[in-house]
């Protein structure tokens, strides 16, 4: 079964910097696009920032020039370095990545979700 195992969540002073990974498991065939989302307490999951799998990216206004979304197509691995972080960028972070698996089944897949906690 497919899995996205993610890390590198944490508590961050404001200005501080982070950087998350998410990994998918074995029996892939290929990924598509790649995201992270969030959700804070009491709001709804917003999209953060994706990824094609050639590299185009995209990201919500209030994270743009702080946040970068990276992948590596070899290792099934996308990644968010979140620099200048404030205290409205905490949330629990979540990865999403649109898998065809070697059954040639295709889904969206999600991570189990990190902390993100910016506070002084």
């Known amino acids: 079964q497919v899995q996205l195992v993610e890390s590198g969540g944490g508590l961050v002073q404001p200005g501080g910097s982070l950087r998350l990974s998410c990994a998918a498991s074995?029996?892939?065939?290929?990924?598509?696009?790649m995201a992270w989302y969030r959700q804070a307490p009491g709001k709804q999951r917003e999209l953060v920032a994706e990824?094609?799998?050639?590299?185009?990216?995209n990201y919500v206004d209030s994270v743009k020039g702080r946040f970068t979304i990276s992948r590596d197509n070899v290792k099934n691995t996308v990644y968010l370095q979140m620099n200048s972080l404030k205290p409205e960028d905490t949330a629990v972070y979540y990865c999403?990545?649109?898998?065809?698996?070697?059954?040639?089944?295709?889904?969206?897949?999600w991570g189990q979700g990190t902390q993100v906690t910016v506070s002084s």
């Open positions: 990824i094609t799998r050639d590299g185009s990216t």
């Open positions: 999403n990545a649109h898998i065809t698996t070697i059954w040639f089944q295709a889904n969206d897949y």
């Open positions: 074995e029996r892939i065939r290929s990924i598509n696009a």
